[in-house]
């Protein structure tokens, strides 16, 4: 039967233990997962397909998530969320290394407002309309913030929400929280501050908090990433048909981190996928830490256990890609378990690599990512230089947010374009650019 | 048989004249349109559906396309353009006065670089390595030369661009064209003297011409956006099976205009379907102008002939939104056609309200609009305010770019949002923004 586990005790709950208002276990305050009834799970997908009125969003993986199918047309946002492109990049494997892989990027820089976060905030605002509360609050360095107001203002019925980001966070996140009509407050200080304060209102408050790892079902959103790469990988990088769903997994996937939920998410997906008998083996994880935001790297090097990493203290965070700088990494301990329970690793890339893998991705493939989703291609150059990938093996590198939200960290690799001025006959002059 | 036409004089071309390097009218310098032969593509519809290798991009619709459908696994972008979200906005059709009616955004700025030219360059690329030609050049005003970048930079032999953009375009689209690697000409001047400054560079240097309107490709890459509104229409706003093509027109469209390109585009795509007895009825167009950029609107008003519109003088274009800021609308002639043809209107609007409408569209569906796209929807306010939708009509206004790429305008609507500092103590406290 589903319910809720404990990610450091293993202790269990019901799952109306998160319908009270409760967010992570009892005994020792850490992060809970969710585990499903697999059974049913795979029952319901063979018998019935995937969900065909929701078949172009997430929710067409409705039979794998938390929430009550039957009322998503009054309560999921109308803009779709997930269903983005499995894009083929062979060029881009000869550039990082791996000419042999088929390499594909899941580009989530596709979803509405520009990143994977999109598909928390997606179930996040359908729980909490199921749930009935109010507000919704949650701390971010950017993308989830801009994703739960953006779904926020989606919704058939507006939703309101607070959102606390880091002041120094990129302009393009500010704005979009602003345009979308949430109450933001810009903390003077870091994400873990943010991540402090908003705590701290959602329980003064009684705000429903969407806390990153924090609420379960953030994980549970960002997994239906790994459902459609599973699903696009058995046709070719296009999606089936909602009457005959297959699956089919990758090799490997290289997933940035920060907080640790994204590849938490990446994680569950595929073991959900594997648990309910709907793919033949579990790919390896690579996480890709910044070396100047490694909590998650540093804890698996040490072979540290959950009960050792929750209380870890935290690293250092001062990376450039902002979206994944966190002193502590919010779900350290379930994203150093993935990378365990796969065989696979965590590599560091420094933010130099970071930033010049903006422009290798973009070139290569018409995807531009941001620094924090760059930041897995990076990983995979850094790895392929040590031989890490088998040769022939299939590769999913997940593009987690666009690089359209921070142009200066493209300009910082480009350098600044030709300008052709009127010359003092007050014309313009080809040969002036062409010489 | 399918050939050419030019827009003004009606003088007929075989289509080898385009591929011979011509691009405009021999008599008139006009711009050319292509007339498709109807009955072929209706029966190729009928009998074998869309493109099931490309569903999920616009090359879908390849039998309306001047394309050779066998090598588009060899020539198309690997990102897919269109497949755009056709998105349901109940609670914007109130906030801009038409709550009776049927309001949908379609949503090209989630096409791969954030704006609806994505589907020119698209078909654009693929044509120049049909034709053979090396370089492929154009002037634009931010958004036409970051998709023609884009998509360069996508396909599976990476292909090379020129691309001429005024100085004062926001910076993400000029960040943009350098990510992807394009040879990019900021010029110190207007899009007028870009516009001048490409076609110079093309015959000089024999470079493929993408010039918008001018080459007649472009409206036939863009006419896909038409297709798949009519195609998602057909079925509650999601696409439909690629074996049972089915296609249902709204009662309006509302476009922005520049240069009526892509006004020029939507006509074509419905009059494709109309004349290929796919639909049944043909929408009125809306074709909005800003009041600082207003050649079409100016020569609707006038009741300009095609001979007159050839030789009308250009308009001042300083509008805030800098994607429709266009002395002369190089595509003009058609777009004011488009209109008459469809007996729609035109309508021009102000900055403030353009502005204004990126908020109001937000926050009502989530989707962010750039000040261009934002265009068409204050475009629908105005026109509502003065009855002209008919109560229970379906509309369909076209997002043609994302706001994300145009920040600054998002945030002169929005204000500057709370900043929590800490106080003395050194803590940050939460009464500080609750009060
Ligand atoms: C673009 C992008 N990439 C990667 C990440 C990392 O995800 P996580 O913090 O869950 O590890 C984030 C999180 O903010 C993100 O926004
Ligand atoms: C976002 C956006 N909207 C509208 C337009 C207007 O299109 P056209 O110039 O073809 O009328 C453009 C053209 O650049 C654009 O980029």
């Not at 996140?173 to 345009?179: D, G, P, S, T």
């Not at 897995?376 to 987690?400: C, N, R, W």
């Amino acid at each position: 039967m589903a319910h809720l586990e404990c990610s450091v005790c293993g202790k269990k709950f019901e799952l109306s233990y998160l319908t009270e208002g409760h967010y992570v276990c009892d005994v020792d305050e850490a992060n809970l997962n969710f585990i499903h009834d697999y059974e049913a799970i795979a029952k319901d997908v063979r018998e019935n397909g995937l969900n065909r009125e929701q078949k172009n969003n997430m929710f067409r993986y409705s039979a794998f998530l938390p929430v009550d199918s039957s009322k998503l047309a009054e309560r999921a946002p109308a803009v779709p969320v997930g269903g983005t492109p499995l894009v083929s990049a062979p060029r881009l494997a000869k550039e990082l290394g791996i000419p042999s892989c088929n390499l594909w990027l899941k580009d989530d820089s596709k979803n509405p407002t520009g990143s994977l976060k999109d598909r928390a905030s997606s179930l996040l605002v359908v729980r909490m309309q199921e749930d009935g509360a109010p507000v919704i609050t949650t701390a971010s360095t950017g993308n989830a913030g801009a994703a739960l107001a953006g779904m926020c203002a989606s919704t058939p019925v507006r939703q309101k929400a607070y959102i606390f980001v880091p002041k120094t966070a990129p302009a393009a996140k500010i704005a979009q929280l602003q345009i979308f009509g949430a109450e933001v407050i810009l903390v003077d200080g870091t994400y873990d501050d943010a991540f402090a304060l908003c705590l701290e209102a959602s329980s003064k408050h009684g705000w429903y908090c969407r806390n990153t790892g924090y609420n379960a079902y953030t994980a549970e959103g960002k997994k239906t990433v790994s459902l459609e790469m599973c699903e696009q990988l058995a046709h070719g990088g296009q999606f089936g048909c909602v009457h005959h769903a297959q699956f089919v997994a990758p090799d490997y996937v290289a997933v940035s981190v920060g907080d640790g939920n994204i590849i938490t998410g990446v994680y569950k997906g595929l073991r959900d996928l594997y648990k309910a008998g709907l793919i033949e083996k579990m790919p390896k994880l690579v996480g890709v830490n910044s070396d100047k935001s490694n909590w998650c790297a540093t804890a698996w090097k040490k072979n540290l256990t959950p009960a050792e990493m929750l209380t870890m203290e935290p690293v250092e965070a001062n990376t450039r890609a902002d979206s994944i700088s966190a002193g502590i990494a919010r779900d350290g301990i379930n994203a150093v378990q993935a990378i365990r329970d796969t065989q696979g690793c965590f590599v560091e890339v420094d933010d130099d690599s970071i930033l010049a893998h903006i422009k290798t991705v973009s070139q290569a493939t018409g995807v531009f990512p941001e620094p924090a989703a760059a930041c897995a291609a990076a990983g995979i150059t850094k790895l392929a230089s040590k031989g890490y990938f088998e040769g022939g093996s299939t590769v999913v590198a997940v593009m987690t947010g666009t690089g359209i939200k921070d142009i200066p960290a493209a300009v910082s690799v480009c350098g600044e374009p030709f300008v052709l001025k009127r010359r003092e006959d007050g014309q313009f002059h080809l040969e002036d650019f062409m010489q």
